[in-house]
Structures are given as C-alpha cells and as structure tokens.
C-alpha cells in the first residue's frame, strides 16, 4: 500500500489549508484512514480519522472544531480541511490506512507552515 499526501503550504495565522491523501495498491479490508502529525522535537500527535464503517469521525482535542476529515471508501482518499490555522500547527502532516484497529500503512508526509 502507497500513500500519497498532498497539500501543505505556508500560510498566516488564521487561514486555512486543505490536505489530501491518496492510497494505492492492495487497500481491500482497511477498515479507515486517518491524520497524524509531528512538530520539530515533539512525538507524534493524533489529528483525526474516518472509520468507514458508520463514517465515524475522530479529532484530537488540538484540533476539533477547526478541522474537518471527509474521505472516500471507494476511492481510498482522504481530506483533512483546517481552518483558524495556528502556529502550533506547523508540522509534517502524515496519512495512514488503518486495519482493525491499527495504522499499518504511512505516506512520506506534508509540510504546513503557520506562520503568526
């Protein structure tokens, strides 16, 4: 399974970005996608999911009610649209595809940039 992420930029404070992620290759039975970040010295941070089953989405505490996750099943995309951007969100920005309960497959990432 590939991943491919795409997106990130450098943006002021306040704006908005929209990330996209694409998987390819043997994804039949992922059971989701999801988002994932890492600041410079910092572990990496959960940022929200989409479990296909339901269309349950998750956030991280970080970013609820600034971000949005959508995605496509049929099609193995996933979006992450962040608005009222912050400087605590610079980051590589990762996607992954989960089976059960577990993100076994990562992209090589996206840089965002906030800049205040």
């Known amino acids: 399974v590939q991943l491919q992420a795409s997106g990130g930029g450098l943006v002021q404070a306040g704006g908005s970005l929209s990330l996209s992620c694409a998987a390819s290759g043997r994804t039949t039975g992922n059971s989701g996608m999801g988002w994932f970040r890492q600041a410079p010295g910092k572990d990496r941070e959960f940022v929200s999911s989409i479990v296909w089953s339901g269309s349950t989405t998750y956030y991280g505490d970080s970013v609820k009610g600034r971000f949005t996750v959508s995605g496509d099943n049929a099609k193995n995309t996933l979006y992450l649209q962040m608005n009222s951007l912050r400087p605590e969100d610079t980051a590589i920005y990762y996607c992954?595809?989960?089976?059960?309960?577990?993100?076994?497959?990562w992209g090589q990432g996206t840089q965002v940039t906030v800049s205040s």
């Open positions: 992954a595809v989960r089976y059960g309960k577990s993100y076994l497959y």
